[in-house]
Nanobody, 117 residues
Framework: QVQLVESGGGLVQAGGSLRLSCAAS????????MGWYRQAPGKQRELVAA???????SYADSVRGRFTIGRDNRKNTVYLQMNSLKPEDTAVYYC???????????WGQGTQVTVSS
């Protein structure tokens, strides 16, 4: 059973930045495509950024150009650098491995990001 732990969230003003980190109970990052998801109140969880094992990245239109996903295999972490934050980015953010287009492991508790206007 893999445990995922997200951290780095907080309250920030619009235009600010945050860096989220994802750690796992064992090394899963070098063998899985990884993604950052978010779930806003009353909305479904959505994938906002993904990084393949080979390093290629993809982003949802809503965050492209503002968010950057990366992976540090030595530290067994995946991060999400979020710049130019907007109030609509407010959500709980989660990380997970991606397999056949779906999440692979049980969800962690996530980390709350709140962007004030």
């Amino acid at each position: 059973q893999v445990q995922l732990v997200e951290s780095g969230g907080g309250l920030v003003q619009a235009g600010g930045s945050l860096r989220l980190s994802c750690a796992a109970s064992r090394n899963i990052f070098s063998i899985n495509d990884m993604g950052w998801y978010r779930q806003a109140p009353g909305k479904q969880r959505e994938l906002v950024a993904a990084i393949a094992t080979a390093g290629s990245t993809s982003y949802a239109d809503s965050v492209r150009g503002r968010f950057t996903i990366g992976r540090d295999n030595r530290k067994n972490t995946v991060y999400l650098q979020m710049n130019s934050l907007k109030p609509e980015d407010t959500a709980v953010y989660y990380c997970n491995a991606i397999i056949r287009g779906s999440s692979r492991y049980s969800w962690g508790q996530g980390t709350q990001v709140t962007v004030s206007s």
